[in-house]
Nanobody, 123 residues
Framework: QVQLVESGGGLVQAGGSLKVSCVAS????????MGWFRQAPGKEREFVAA????????YYTDSVKGRFTMSRDSAKNTVYLQMNNLHPEDTAVYYC????????????????WGQGTQVTVSS
C-alpha cells in the first residue's frame, strides 16, 4: 500500500505558474502508474495527467496540453505537476493518485489517493 501527500497549491493570478508535488510513502512510485486529477466545485473529478511506471511517457487531457508538465523523481519518491499559463477554469482541488496496473484516465481504476491540494486561479 502507498500513502500519498500533495502540497504546493495556492492562489495565483491568471497567466501565472504553480508547481504541485505528491510525495509517496510505503512503496516506491516506480511500481505504479501515477496520475493527477482535479475536481472543481459542483463538478466530477477529472483526469489531468498521468505518467507511465516503466518509462517517462506522460499523457494529458487536451485542455492542459502545452501548459502542464508532469514529472517523476524516483529518488525522492515524488511526482510533480508544473502548471504554466494558468486559467481561472483550472481552479480545483488537485489530487494525486496511484494505480497498480496499466495507464488509465479513469479515476475509478486508481487504487490510492492523496487528500488533495487547492489551486485557485484569479482572473
Amino acid at each position: 500500500q502507498v500513502q500519498l501527500v500533495e502540497s504546493g497549491g495556492g492562489l495565483v493570478q491568471a497567466g501565472g505558474s504553480l508547481k504541485v508535488s505528491c510525495v509517496a510513502s510505503g512503496r516506491t512510485i516506480s511500481m505504479y502508474v501515477m496520475g493527477w486529477f482535479r475536481q472543481a466545485p459542483g463538478k466530477e473529478r477529472e483526469f489531468v495527467a498521468a505518467i507511465s511506471r516503466f518509462t517517462t511517457a506522460t499523457y494529458y487531457t487536451d485542455s492542459v496540453k502545452g501548459r502542464f508538465t508532469m514529472s517523476r523523481d524516483s529518488a525522492k519518491n515524488t511526482v510533480y505537476l508544473q502548471m504554466n499559463n494558468l486559467h481561472p477554469e483550472d481552479t480545483a482541488v488537485y489530487y494525486c493518485a496511484a494505480r497498480n496496473g496499466a495507464l488509465s484516465r479513469d479515476r475509478s481504476e486508481y487504487d490510492f489517493w492523496g487528500q488533495g491540494t487547492q489551486v485557485t486561479v484569479s482572473s
